[in-house]
T-cell receptor, first 116, second 117 residues
Framework: DQQVKQNSPSLSVQEGRISILNCDYT??????FLWYKKYPAEGPTFLIS?????DKNEDGRFTVFLNKSAKHLSLHIVPSQPGDSAVYFC???????????????FGRGTQLTVWP | DTEVTQTPKHLVMGMTNKKSLKCEQH?????MYWYKQKAKKPPELMFV???????INESVPSRFSPECPNSSLLNLHLHALQPEDSALYLC????????????????FGPGTRLTVT
């Protein structure tokens, strides 16, 4: 049962244009959302996050938007660069049932390719 | 410093071998995690350690045995693995184990690429 969904397995964008990666979730208890970037043969790298009490968070070229009513978040990369080519994972956090521990639920990832 | 280190980078082992994966972080994080990742799939949570105690075991087979010798180190002992256990094994840490806010910003190591023959 996939609670975090990234429905686009791949996205191809020209250098300098905007990349928009989308993520949907089903669990209304998620209260913190994260994006990770992963290059082949490396571990995921934390990119940017957003709390459920906000609708936007910006860090340089990266902006994450959260629409709680639609249970949807997106990552915007402007301008896109060839070095941004990687797999991007969306993740969401909530309590483990019956405890105060948190855990992350990951989407399946979107392969972003930025071409010159 | 947001570095999590893992050794070895690559490991090939037979089904009767015993080996260990190691993970280290010096960020003062109190939660550490083991994940397994297969190609083109998201990371799957295996274990969570909170303040050096095992807090979550996601029904992982006993041929995987985690250990947390101290707050900076996390080991994963492997014994009698199957070829289907071949995967990238990722270690991660976060500031705290509690849900919410920055505690859930997990920082990952580069992983150990495990091949079971």
């Amino acid at each position: 049962d996939q609670q975090v969904k990234q429905n686009s397995p791949s996205l191809s964008v020209q250098e300098g244009r905007i990349s928009i990666l989308n993520c949907d979730y089903t669990n209304s208890m998620f209260d913190y959302f994260l994006w990770y970037k992963k290059y082949p043969a490396e571990g995921p790298t934390f990119l940017i996050s957003i709390s459920s009490i906000k609708d936007k968070n910006e860090d340089g070229r990266f902006t994450v938007f959260l629409n709680k009513s639609a249970k949807h978040l997106s990552l915007h990369i402007v301008p896109s660069q060839p070095g941004d080519s990687a797999v991007y994972f969306c993740a969401a956090s909530t309590f483990v049932r019956g405890s105060t521990l948190g855990r992350l639920y990951f989407g399946r990832g979107t392969q972003l390719t930025v071409w010159p | 410093d947001t570095e999590v280190t893992q050794t070895p980078k690559h490991l090939v082992m037979g089904m009767t071998n015993k080996k260990s994966l190691k993970c280290e972080q010096h960020m003062g994080h109190r939660a550490m995690y083991w994940y397994k990742q297969k190609a083109k799939k998201p990371p799957e949570l295996m274990f969570v350690y909170s303040y050096e105690k095992l807090s979550i075991n996601e029904s992982v087979p006993s041929r995987f045995s985690p250990e947390c010798p101290n707050s900076s180190l996390l080991n994963l002992h492997l014994h009698a693995l199957q070829p289907e256990d071949s995967a990238l094994y990722l270690c991660a840490s976060s500031q705290g184990p509690a849900a919410g806010q920055g505690n859930n910003e997990q920082y990952f190591g580069p992983g150990t690429r495990l091949t079971v023959t």
